[in-house]
C-alpha cells in the first residue's frame, strides 16, 4: 500500500510540475524563481529525490572462507531502503554447480558452494518509494584443503639377518608355506640377504597363467556358454603354494586375500579366470604400492559382483533408487581404516571421557557410496547398464570395470578429513579423491600393518613392533608411502621377529590356519598323487578352509577374535582358533594319520585295483630311514623336532615318544620287516604334526 501511496504522490506531482511549467515566471516568488517551481511543489520534488536516493543496496558477506562445501552467509542489513523495502536474491553459479540459495526473499541469504569456480550473488532491492535498485558481490570458491598428514621421518625397515639354522626354519614358517629340508639348506649356503632379494625379484607366474596349464588336465571348460561348472581355484592355488619358487610373493597373496576378500561362495557362475584375475591383482600388487593394489582392487570386476559397486547407480527418488552402500562401507571398515581410529602403534585413540573414536558415520557411507556410483563391466552400450551379470558375454567380464557417466552422481560429497568431491565430477575424478581420503588417512599404516603382521608372524604384537613397521609403510628409506615389499621387509626382520624361543614371551606366535598347517606338512614331506596325470595332492584341502572361499567379506576368522575367558583377561586374541573346532581337528588328523610312503604302498598295497590307486597319496621321507637305521631313534626325534617344531618338543613328550617307538623300529629293524619299519614312522610323523608344538607357529 505504501508502495502504491508513493506512486500516486509522484503522479500528482508530475502533473503539477507539467502545469507549472507552463505558468508565467512573474507570479513566482524570488525563491520559487531561482528554483523555476513554487515553493510547495518544491518540497515534494525535493523528498521524490531524497527516497531515490536512499535506495542502497548492500550486500555484507560473513563466511569463515569461500570454500566448497561450507556455508556462506550474506546479509542486507546494511542497505539504504526504508523500513518496507523488499529484498530479492539470485545467483549465477559455474558450469556444474548445483549450489542453490536459501532464503532468497528475506534479508538474509545463506549458500553452500559445491564446486570451484566464480559465482555471483545479486541484491535486487526495492525501496519503499518503489524505487529498485542492484547489488552484485562476485567472489571466488576454492576447494577444501584435505587434512595434511603428520610428517613421517623416511624409514629404512631392517636389514634382513638370521642368527642360526633354527632361525632360518623360523623364518621359512614365517614367509612360505613351509620349509623344505632343501629350502633350509639354500638358505643358508645364500645367505638371507640375497635369499630376500631373490623372493622379491623372481619373474612371477600368475594364477590364471598356473589354471590354463591344468585346466585340460581337470576337465575345466571355463569362460564360455556351456560351461560344465567345474572350479579349480583351490587346486590353482595349491600349484603354487606346493610348487612355485617365488614363495614369499604366494605368501603374501594370501594373507592379502583375506584382508581385500572375495569369496567363491557368491555367484560368479563356476568363472575361473574372474577370480583368479582377482588372485593375480593381489599376486602382483604384493610388494608394490597399496593405493595402486586398492585401486585396482577397487575396479576389478570380481569385486565388484562381489560387494556390489558393480553397476551401482545415482539416486533416483522418483524410483526409489539410492546408492548401494556395501562397498562404501567394507572399503573403510575391511580395507584401510577399520571402526576405531588408531595411534600409529596400533592402540586405540580415546576422546577426552575415554571412549574409542570412531572413524566415520552414516552419513560418511552415503557420500562415499554415491561417489562410487557409475561403474560396471567395460564395453557395453550404456543402456545396459546394471543388467545381470549372467546376460553378459564371458569375456566382456573380465575387463577392468570402466565408468559409464549418465549412472554417476554429481552431486557434492563430503569425504573423511576433509577431501571433497565437488559437484559435476565425473566417476573417475571421484574415485580418485576416494582412494586418496583413504590412503592419506593417518589409520591406514597401522591398520594393515598389524593385519600383515598377525598374518605372518604373531597374533599379538607389541605396539612397539606394530608402530616400527607402520613408520615403514608411511615412509620407506625413499619417503615413498605404502610400499609393501619395504613393509614386509620390516615385519620379517623386525627384531621381534627374530627373537629367539627363549626370548620370546608367553604370547608369542600365531596358531597355524587349517590351510596354513596343511601346506607345511604337505611341503615338508613332498606329498603327491599316485598318478601324476590326476594331481591328487592338489585337490586335497582341509575342510574349513580353501582358497578364496571365505564364508563373507569378513574372512574365515575375525582379527580380533578371543577364544575364551582366560585369553579375555590377558586382553590377547587368537584369531585362527575361530575356525580351529573340534570337527576341524578330526578332518586335519585324517590328513596327517593316513599318509605312507611310496615304498610302504607298494609293500603292502601293490595288488589294489588301479581305480583305488588314483586317489592315493605318499610322502617322501627322505633321509629320515638312513637317520633311524644308523643313529637310532633319538636322533630321527631330533631331526623331526628341529624341522616340524624348531626344537620346541618338550622334554616330556620327546621321552614319551622315544620310549613308545623305539621299541617298534627296533623289532622291525631286527626282523627285517621293512613295511613294519616304515609303517613306525607314519604312527611317529602322525603324533608330531597333531601337537600342540605343531599347530602353532613361534
Request: hydrophobic residues 40%; contains cysteine.
Amino acid at each position: 500500500m505504501k508502495a502504491m501511496r508513493n506512486l500516486r504522490v509522484l503522479a500528482v506531482s508530475c502533473c503539477l510540475i507539467a502545469s507549472m511549467t507552463s505558468a508565467s515566471t512573474s507570479d513566482l516568488t524570488p525563491d520559487e524563481e531561482a528554483h523555476g517551481l513554487p515553493m510547495w511543489l518544491l518540497y515534494v520534488a525535493t523528498q521524490t529525490a531524497a527516497n531515490d536516493s536512499a535506495v542502497e543496496p548492500r550486500i555484507t558477506a560473513s563466511p569463515a572462507a569461500f570454500i566448497a562445501g561450507e556455508v556462506l552467509y550474506f546479509d542486507a542489513a546494511a542497505s539504504n531502503g526504508g523500513d518496507g523495502a523488499t529484498y530479492g536474491w539470485s545467483l549465477i553459479r559455474p558450469d556444474g554447480s548445483q549450489a542453490e540459495l536459501s532464503g532468497q526473499n528475506g534479508i538474509g541469504v545463506s549458500l553452500e558452494p559445491d564446486r570451484a569456480g566464480t559465482y555471483t550473488l545479486i541484491l535486487t532491492m526495492i525501496g519503499v518509494n518503489g524505487v529498485q535498485a542492484e547489488e552484485r558481490l562476485t567472489f571466488d570458491i576454492e576447494l577444501p584443503e584435505p587434512e595434511p598428514l603428520p610428517s613421517y621421518e623416511p624409514t629404512a625397515p631392517p636389514l634382513p639377518f638370521i642368527s642360526d639354522e633354527t632361525d632360518a626354519i623360523r623364518l621359512l614358517y614365517q614367509s612360505t608355506f613351509g620349509p623344505r629340508v632343501a629350502d633350509v639348506e639354500d638358505l643358508m649356503e645364500v645367505g638371507v640377504d640375497s635369499w630376500f632379494t631373490n623372493q622379491l625379484s623372481i619373474d612371477p607366474v600368475g594364477y590364471v597363467e598356473t589354471w590354463a596349464s591344468i585346466a585340460e588336465e581337470f576337465n575345466d571348460l571355463d569362460g564360455f556358454d556351456g560351461a560344465n561348472g567345474v572350479e579349480l581355484n583351490h587346486e590353482t592355488f595349491m600349484v603354487h603354494a606346493l610348487y612355485s619358487q617365488d614363495q614369499l610373493r604366494h605368501r603374501m597373496t594370501y594373507a592379502l586375500s583375506q584382508l581385500l576378500v572375495i569369496s567363491t561362495k557368491f555367484d560368479f557362475s563356476h568363472h575361473d579366470q574372474l577370480t583368479l584375475g582377482y588372485a593375480d591383482v593381489l599376486y602382483n600388487n604384493a610388494f608394490g604400492n597399496y593405493r595402486d593394489l586398492l585401486r585396482q582392487v577397487t575396479l576389478h570386476p570380481a569385486m565388484g559382483m562381489f560387494l556390489a559397486m558393480l553397476g551401482n547407480e545415482k539416486a533416483d527418488p522418483s524410483k526409489n533408487i539410492r546408492p548401494d552402500e556395501n562397498y562404501a562401507r567394507e572399503i573403510m571398515q575391511l580395507f584401510t581404516i577399520g571402526l576405531k581410529e588408531l595411534n600409529q602403534d596400533g592402540t586405540a585413540r580415546l576422546d577426552s571421557e575415554g571412549e574409542i573414536i570412531q572413524t566415520y558415520r552414516p552419513v560418511d557411507i552415503q557420500n562415499y557410496a554415491a561417489a562410487l556410483t557409475g561403474w560396471y563391466f567395460a564395453n557395453l552400450e550404456p543402456y545396459r547398464f546394471g543388467d545381470s551379470f549372467h546376460s553378459v558375454p564371458w569375456h566382456l567380464r573380465l575387463p577392468q570395470m570402466t565408468a559409464y557417466e549418465d549412472y554417476h552422481q554429481k552431486t557434492p560429497k563430503k569425504l573423511l578429513r576433509n577431501y571433497y568431491v565437488q559437484a559435476d565430477a565425473s566417476a573417475e575424478e571421484s574415485l580418485e579423491t576416494v582412494l586418496d581420503s583413504l590412503f592419506y588417512h593417518p589409520n591406514l599404516a597401522p591398520f594393515v600393518s598389524l593385519h600383515l603382521i598377525k598374518s605372518f608372524v604373531t597374533s599379538n604384537p607389541s605396539p612397539e613392533y606394530v608402530g616400527r613397521v607402520a613408520a615403514v609403510f608411511n615412509s620407506n628409506e625413499n619417503g615413498e608411502r605404502g610400499n609393501l615389499g619395504s613393509v614386509i621387509q620390516a615385519i620379517l626382520f623386525d627384531h621381534e621377529a627374530r627373537l629367539s624361543i627363549d626370548e620370546q614371551p608367553p604370547n608369542y606366535g600365531r596358531a597355524k590356519d587349517p590351510l596354513t598347517r596343511f601346506l607345511n606338512y604337505w611341503r615338508f614331506f613332498k606329498l603327491q598323487g599316485y598318478d601324476p596325470e590326476r594331481r591328487e595332492e592338489v585337490r586335497r584341502s582341509p575342510q574349513s578352509q580353501q582358497f578364496l572361499n571365505a564364508p563373507s567379506v569378513f574372512n574365515f576368522f575375525s582379527p580380533d577374535h578371543v577364544p575364551n575367558a582366560a585369553f579375555s583377561e590377558l586382553s590377547l586374541v587368537a584369531p585362527e582358533l575361530q575356525i580351529i573346532t573340534p570337527e576341524t581337528l578330526v578332518n586335519m588328523s585324517s590328513h596327517f594319520a593316513y599318509t605312507s610312503s611310496l615304498e610302504e604302498l607298494e609293500l603292502c598295497c601293490s595288488e589294489s585295483p588301479e581305480e583305488q590307486k588314483l586317489t592315493w597319496i605318499y610322502y617322501d621321507l627322505g633321509v629320515l630311514p638312513s637317520i633311524q637305521e644308523t643313529s637310532g631313534t633319538h636322533a630321527t626325534i631330533d631331526f623331526l623336532d628341529t624341522y616340524l617344531m624348531q626344537g620346541r618338543l618338550s622334554e616330556a613328550s620327546r621321552n614319551a615318544l622315544f620310549e613308545f617307538y623305539d621299541p617298534q623300529f627296533q623289532n622291525a629293524l631286527a626282523s627285517g620287516n621293512r613295511e613294519s619299519f616304515l609303517g613306525t614312522f607314519r604312527g611317529l610323523i602322525y603324533q608330531l604334526v597333531s601337537s600342540p608344538e605343531y599347530a602353532i607357529q613361534r
